[in-house]
């Protein structure tokens, strides 16, 4: 399991297929190995420091909720049993310092541009959208809803996948003039029931899922549920005990980092200001903590 915080990963030898917000992502001819860094973004820039732990949380968040869906919907996860991929990728070994511990070997799949998003209370950007129209995405809501309520039922929001800045959130109508109307009916059927049995779970476990985004991709003409799945980076998790409606929730993601930039009067441009220390504990924490209490597991040792 990694000890040192990684912020950039580098693998001459290896082919670069993408370095995203989070992930570098090399390229191993019919699969991908996805790194999670220990990177943290926020208002879409990237910040100079990194989270311990971070990405290795991610990783095995992930690998946990794509066992756990297995029987809605086949997945791109193969591995993140760092010793079988590398004897399945002997290319890799050199790189063990670097990917052991955060890395998933997923299979390469044709990705469909959508983020599909499913929202089981109202908060974010679907609190304000809800306060101008009374919908989301299109999707008419109940008068009188307060920030944070449960809504009466899940609804699929989905946007745009954008390589820079923010998705752009859409209606179901115009995802289906994109990829067409029989594929949006899939997309949608799958993310509301992989919702649906995540959420009843992590609620067991004393944890609200608020929302989620879930990306899919197409292999052999079949579609493919792809990259993470589940995690704070991904979705709005919030401590069931300290829920409380009509207000923003605690949550179990960047909130002590949002908090700080929000504090120090940063403009939200390019460079963004290092983050002091007990920022980056009080983050960590806050990722172990969803780790531990949705998997009963903490980190594996060193």
């Not at 997945?75 to 010793?83: G, K, R």
């Not at 829920?243 to 939200?268: C, I």
Request: hydrophobic share 40%; aromatic share 8%; charged share 25%.
């Amino acid at each position: 399991m990694p000890t040192e915080t990684v912020l950039e990963t580098q693998a001459e030898t290896l082919a670069l297929f993408k370095r995203g917000k989070v992930r570098d992502v090399y390229d191993l001819g019919d699969h991908l190995l996805i790194v999670a860094t220990d990177r943290i973004s926020a208002f879409d820039v990237i910040l100079p420091t990194g989270i311990p732990s971070k990405g290795a949380v991610l990783t095995q968040l992930s690998t946990f909720w794509f066992d756990f869906i297995k029987d809605l919907t086949p997945t791109h996860f193969v591995s993140a049993n760092w010793d079988a991929i590398a004897a399945s990728h002997p290319e890799l070994a050199p790189y063990a310092e670097q990917f052991a511990g955060r890395s998933m070997l997923v299979e390469k799949t044709e990705v469909i541009p959508i983020e599909c998003v499913v929202r089981g209370y109202l908060a974010g950007s679907g609190w304000k959208e809800y306060q101008k129209t009374q919908a989301v995405c299109g999707v008419s809501l109940p008068a009188g809803l307060r920030e944070s309520d449960r809504l009466p039922e899940p609804i699929f929001t989905p946007a745009t996948k954008e390589e820079t800045g923010h998705d752009l959130n859409i209606t179901e109508e115009e995802m289906a003039q994109r990829i067409s109307p029989a594929l949006t009916r899939q997309l949608k059927q799958l993310s509301l029931a992989i919702y649906t049995k995540a959420s009843a779970y992590a609620e067991s476990r004393g944890i609200i899922l608020a929302d989620t985004k879930f990306e899919f991709g197409q292999r052999h003409g079949q579609v493919v549920l792809i990259d993470e799945l589940l995690t704070p980076d991904s979705s709005r998790f919030w401590p069931k005990e300290q829920y409380e409606p009509g207000k923003p929730q605690v949550s179990f993601d960047k909130q002590y980092v949002r908090d700080y930039l929000e504090e120090s009067g940063w403009n939200k441009t390019p460079p963004a200001p290092a983050l002091p220390n007990v920022v980056v504990l009080r983050t960590s924490a806050k990722y172990l903590q969803a780790l531990q209490q949705l998997t009963g597991q903490g980190m594996p040792p060193s």
